[in-house]
């Protein structure tokens, strides 16, 4: 009943730039909190950065000063803008959000989209 979908994707050089976006649909009460989280071939889902439906933010130490996560709450969508781009953010990247929904009976629950690959290489 809740879809979320990932888009911006792709190949990309060291030192460049991606725009990923995140949007969430269907019968949706409220949206609290989304973030973004990446996993690596052989390791751990881990924490990219997440919003607070106020703005409030928090990032990763690896992606601190090179990412940056925004929201449009009327789109119920989520960003990150991720420049300067290392080998070692190749990773599926997965949005998540807090979404209270009827299906939820009003309470808030965690959502995953099924994530965008995103390769650094040269």
């Known amino acids: 009943q809740v879809q979320l979908v990932e888009s911006g994707g792709g190949l990309v050089q060291p030192g460049g730039s991606l725009r990923l976006s995140c949007a969430a649909s269907?019968?949706?009460?409220?949206?609290?909190?989304m973030g973004w989280y990446r996993e690596a071939p052989g390791k751990q889902r881990e924490l990219v950065a997440t919003i607070t439906r106020n703005g409030d933010t928090k990032y990763a130490d690896s992606a601190k000063g090179r990412f940056t996560i925004s929201r449009d709450n009327a789109k119920n969508t989520v960003y990150v803008q991720m420049n300067n781009l290392k080998p070692e953010d190749t990773a599926v990247y997965y949005c998540n959000a807090d979404i209270a929904t009827i299906a939820t009976m009003g309470v808030f629950r965690g959502f995953w989209g099924q994530g965008t690959q995103v390769t650094i290489s040269s």
């Open positions: 269907g019968i949706i009460f409220s949206i609290n909190g």
